[in-house]
């Protein structure tokens, strides 16, 4: 039987072409049109070639809030993945108080950014915070406006608060999952508490890990409203993070140019790293688990 | 290798039981010899889990004792009583290779590392898995997963027992059968106490040299294969075992002949040996024992249905009220004119409230 060629049926898939072009390349697509150009004013642009993104590249503006932000996203994993496995451990299995505790752990997760930079804020005021105060009071040099250190500890702190219940359900739905018969044959083979999180809780919560990772490096990586509210950046430049250094310039200075590059630059950092790390999970995975 | 005794054992999953209807097992005595393999055969939910689980010691009954070898380990955490159980579902350490599954229970024990090598090489053997020490046990299949839990335990050479809750449920059907017989042979070369949990007949008649039957939380026979098929002590034994199982008929002794002859519906069945009973009285026969016949004495049937299942074939009849079957040889005829059945002789048990009635006279 012959086929029968039947081009119309390229307009099945027009509906969803159409729909990503316009929430996705075409905006894309502008911002590397702004990248490629030079205005002074008036709306006139002309052609700037890949100069920006050669400034940019030289800039160590650019560097610093790069480093800045690496070093943030490695400390909030680095507390979130280990303290959210040890909350779902210890978090009980069945009964009232496991609804009442998958309640408390998710409010955190329904709080807006927003609301959740002020919250510290208040929280952390040397004058009126319950923190701040407290901790003045305890005789502690606390002031997160002036130290740098402060600030970090506050933003990282709050950001823990935030997030670090995401992991928790995670890695509870994981540890859910395990069947009771590997604990019953891990009592027969009188394996320590130890060796069942290495070899039974840890290889099965491996796959939502994985996820709990990615989504949280993504997010960290892109932070912005919660340090925006909380520090604004600063103090100077301590808590500028890419997202806050990036609407700066884009909005604050009104540099299109330098901040188109940047941002293109900025998108494909976070893929790349993702990619690393999917297919360094994924084959690790595959091979023999973590 | 042990000897386990259960004494006075019951269990209910409730804090206060009311009545015997609440106990997931009823008041049971038994002694598992050492070395023998037995089967505990029921339907799901009749308590053989709740059983296993007691042995293991995953769950303390709420009454009686469980002793190995004399000792009592009721209460005694699954570690201590050193036993090895296979689940339904394979578990093994994803993570592992076959080598280190096989010595994570010695090496968790503190062995030393040659003696775990030497057993780990053993055990491998015994279970036909020396290829594969060094694989991943994740990407093994099924049945590969199974031989490895069973050989975490048995390189416990001191095990007590080797418990199996139902273990070919996932094994795909041509491998369940290399499996099982696996199985028997390491009973035969190594006997362990063994104790298989499981609700398929065949499976329980093949593996075990006693069958424990149990049914509503109690135990209602423990018997060879043989004793089951020809002495079912439970109309529920007899039913649940054999394809298709006994064929019941309520029946009233015969006072007049000494309880020789029973009467089934308007047809009078020669026993051959006096019987004596009280309760509602029944007559069971297995299909394999009902002879089709034309004219004559014996019970008034008509053939409904006729199955061939390749070596004999199924006559589905209804007689006395009722639908029976009879089993017949693959080359026998069936006689067109069929219209009674009769029974053989040496395959007829009689019931009074559904426990067997031995002949002469007295009860069970």
Redesign the interface.
């Known amino acids: 039987m012959n086929k029968t060629v039947n081009q119309k049926a390229w307009f099945l898939i027009l509906p969803v072409l159409i729909l990503v072009a316009f929430s996705a390349v075409i905006p894309l697509m502008t911002v590397v049109n702004y990248a490629v150009q030079d205005t002074f004013g008036n709306n006139e642009f002309f052609w700037a070639g890949l100069s920006w993104f050669e400034d940019m590249l030289q800039s160590d503006r650019m560097w610093d809030a790069l480093g800045r932000q690496l070093l943030f996203s490695a400390i909030i994993l680095a507390i979130e993945v280990p303290l959210g496995i040890l909350v779902a451990l210890n978090m009980p299995k069945k009964g009232f108080w496991a609804s009442f505790c998958l309640v408390v752990m998710s409010l955190p997760l329904l709080i807006p950014w927003n609301v959740v930079g002020t919250i510290w804020q208040i929280f952390g005021r040397v004058d009126i915070g319950l923190l701040g105060h407290t901790l003045a009071a305890l005789g502690f040099d606390y002031n997160y406006t002036q130290d740098t250190f402060d600030a970090w500890v506050t933003v990282i702190v709050m950001d823990v608060w935030h997030w670090t219940s995401l992991v928790a359900l995670l890695a509870y739905a994981g540890l859910r999952s395990i069947?009771d018969?590997?604990y019953?044959?891990a009592?027969?083979?009188?394996?320590?508490r130890w060796?069942v999180f290495r070899?039974?809780e840890l290889?099965?919560m491996a796959g939502v890990l994985m996820i709990a990772i990615l989504l949280r490096f993504m997010d960290s990586f892109m932070i912005y409203t919660e340090p925006f509210v909380l520090t604004g950046g600063g103090p100077g430049n301590a808590t500028t993070f890419l997202s806050i250094d990036l609407v700066k310039m884009a909005l604050g200075q009104f540099d299109l140019g330098p901040a188109a590059a940047f941002s293109l630059m900025y998108f494909l950092v976070i893929m790349a790293i993702s990619w690393v790390f999917y297919t360094v999970m994924t084959t690790l995975d595959k091979r023999?688990?973590? | 290798m042990a000897r386990i005794t259960l004494d006075n054992l019951a269990h209910s999953y409730l804090t206060y039981p009311r009545g015997p209807e609440d106990f997931a097992l009823k008041e049971l005595n038994h002694d598992w010899a050492d070395g023998e393999a037995y089967a505990l055969l029921g339907a799901s939910g009749c308590g053989k889990s709740t059983l296993l689980n007691i042995i293991s010691g995953l769950l303390i009954p709420s009454q009686g004792r469980v002793l190995f070898d004399g000792r009592d380990v009721t209460t005694a955490p699954t570690a201590e009583r050193n036993i090895a159980q296979v689940f339904q579902f394979p578990v093994v350490y994803d993570t592992m290779t076959v080598r280190q599954n096989l010595a994570f229970p010695l090496k968790n024990r503190g062995m030393e590392a040659a003696e775990i090598a030497r057993r780990v090489q053993k055990v491998a053997a015994m279970i036909d898995m020396e290829a594969q020490l060094d694989r991943k046990a994740r990407g093994l299949t099924a049945d590969a997963k199974q031989k490895i839990s069973l050989g975490r335990g048995m390189v416990r050479e001191d095990v007590n027992a080797l418990l199996f809750d139902e273990p070919l449920t996932v094994i795909d059907p041509h491998m369940k059968w290399e499996l099982r017989t696996q199985l028997k042979k390491l009973h035969h070369d190594f006997g362990h106490t063994m104790i298989y949990v499981t609700h398929d007949q065949t499976e329980a008649l093949t593996f075990a040299d006693k069958v424990v039957v149990m049914h509503d939380g109690r135990v209602v026979q423990i018997g060879t294969p043989q004793d089951l098929f020809e002495r079912p002590a439970h109309t529920f034994v007899g039913y649940f075992i054999g394809s298709p199982g006994m064929n019941l008929f309520d029946a009233t002794l015969d006072a007049t002949s000494n309880g020789r002859h029973a009467r089934i519906g308007d047809a009078t069945v020669d026993l051959t040996q006096p019987y004596a009973a009280t309760g509602r009285v029944q007559v069971g026969v297995r299909p394999e024992f009902i002879r089709l016949a034309a004219g004559g004495d014996g019970i008034p049937a008509q053939i409904t249905r006729i199955e061939d299942v390749g070596r004999h074939k199924i006559v589905r009849l209804h007689a006395a009220g009722r639908d029976i079957s009879a089993l017949i040889g693959e080359g026998e005829a069936i006689p067109a004119d069929t219209d009674r059945i009769t029974f053989a002789p040496q395959g007829v048990n009689v019931y009074a409230d559904d426990w067997r009635v031995a002949p002469g006279g007295e009860s069970r």
Do not use: L
């Open positions: 069947p018969a590997y019953q044959a009592k027969i083979d009188q394996a320590s060796a070899y039974i290889p099965k023999d688990g973590i």
